[in-house]
């Protein structure tokens, strides 16, 4: 109930799957990206870019319909998460260094 609660309006849902996405980008990254060079900073900011639209495909095709504004948004929602958190990471490894 609790959850339904913080998480049912549309505003609460928008900003967690920001943060999720951001938070789950910067943690990838922080955790593989060690002595790695940045080639492979790529091909995992490609996969975790690419984990929104898996999520809505696999909503999709559980049978919520026809693609709309709605899925559209939480896509863009979920990339720019994810783009903040990259973001959030090289600040932070250009500081590091």
């Known amino acids: 109930m609790v959850f339904g609660w913080l998480f049912g309006a549309d505003v609460s849902h928008i900003i ?23 080639i492979s900073w790529f091909i995992m900011i490609l996969g ?7 999520q809505e495909v696999i909503q999709l095709l559980t049978g919520q319909g026809p693609v709309g504004w709605d899925d559209i948004f939480d896509i863009l929602v979920d990339i720019s998460g994810a783009i903040i958190g990259i973001g959030v990471f090289g600040w932070k490894w250009g500081r590091d260094r």
């Open 48 to 54: 975790v870019l690419s984990l929104a639209v898996i």
């Open 16 to 38: 967690a799957r920001f943060i999720l996405y951001g938070v789950l980008a910067c943690l990838i990254l922080s955790v593989f990206s060690e002595g790695n060079p940045p």
